[in-house]
C-alpha cells in the first residue's frame, strides 16, 4: 500500500523547489502534465468521466480543482458550458501559466479562476463553499491525511467529489519509472559534461584557421573521444530499452547545442545545456512525485473509506480502473 504523502516533513526548501519545478514545467504552455501520451485534451475513459461528472453540474454550481495545473478540466468544463454554467476554481501548489483562457470570451472567462500558490492542505476557502470537489492526478501529491479533511470541510454537506488518481500499476507510473532510470543513468554517464566540454570546440568551426589547428589539437581529440564513448553507451541503452524516448530527446538536444556554438558561439549554446540540465532536474523531481504518489487498491481503498466515511453512512461511491487503449491509466473515484 502506498502510504501518505506527508508534506509537512517537506522543508521549505523542498517545498520551495517542487514548487518551482511545476511552475517551470506549466510555463512551457502545456495543457496538462500527461502530453507525450494525450495531444490534446484528455480523451477516451478519462474525458467521459469529466464530462458525465460535469454534465451532471447545476447551471450554479462551483466546482473547486484540487493540482488543478493549466487547467485541463476547466476547459472540458468550458468546452461543456461555453455560454453559462458552473463556476470552476483551481488550487495548485505550483503558479500555472494557462495560456489557453486568453482565447476565452469574456463571459467563460469570469467563470475560471486560479489561485496559484495554494496547498490542498491549507485551503483558503470557508466550510461548504463547493458543490463539486475534482482533481486529476492532483490530489494523491499532497499528505492526503491533512488534505482529505480539508476538502471534507469546504465542500457543501450535499457536494460530490470525483477523482482520477494515479495507479500503481498504469501507464504513466510504468514510463515515468523508465524515465527515473534513463535520468539515474545520465547523472551517472558523464555525457551531459562531455558535451559541454565540446562546445567551445564546435564554436571554433566557423574560423578556418582555428579549425586547422583543432586538426591536431591533442585536447580536442582527447574530448572528442571521451563524448563518443558516453554517447556510444547512450546509443547502446536506446536499442536495448522499451521506451528511449527520454535519451533520445536528450541526444537530439545535444546536437541542436552544437549546431547553436557553430552559429552563435560557445557561451549562448552553453547556457542552452545548462537550462536543459535544470529542466532534466526537474523532470526528475515531478516523475518522482508521480511514482511517490500513485496509489496501488489498498491505498485507494483506504482513501474512498476515508472520504465514505467522512460523508456518512449515505454516502455512494464507486471506484474503478479507467483503461485508455487497453492500457491502465488511473483509478476513478466517486463520492456523493
Ligand atoms: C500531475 S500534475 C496534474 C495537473 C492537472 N490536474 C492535470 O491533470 O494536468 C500535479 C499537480 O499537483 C500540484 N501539487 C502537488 N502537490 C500539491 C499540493 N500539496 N497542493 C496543491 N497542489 C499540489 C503540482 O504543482 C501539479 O501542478
Redesign the pocket.
Known sequence: MTSDRD?STDDSSQLAR?RLA?TRF?GQGPL??LGTSFAGNYADAIGTFWQAEFAACGPRDSILD?????G??AKILIDLYPEEGPEWTG????N?RPTWIAQLAESAAKRVQFRGG????ELPFEASSFDLVV????IE??DLAR?QPEVMRVLKPSGRLALVVHHAQSLPVYVSRQELRHLEFLSRSDFLENAATMIPYFALLNDVEARARLQSDPQAAEARQRFDAAQGEIQKRVASEPIPDLLTAVQIFVQDCFRAAVSAGATPALDRLTGYRALLEDSRLRLE??VRSALDEAGILALQERFKSAKGRAAHSSLNALSVNDQVFGWALRVS
Open positions: 508534506t517542487r511545476w506549466w496538462h502534465s484540487i493540482g488543478c495545473g493549466n485541463p478540466l488550487i495548485d501548489l505550483s500555472p495554494v496547498l490542498a492542505e482533481s486529476q492526478f492532483g501529491y499532497s488534505s512525485d508521480l
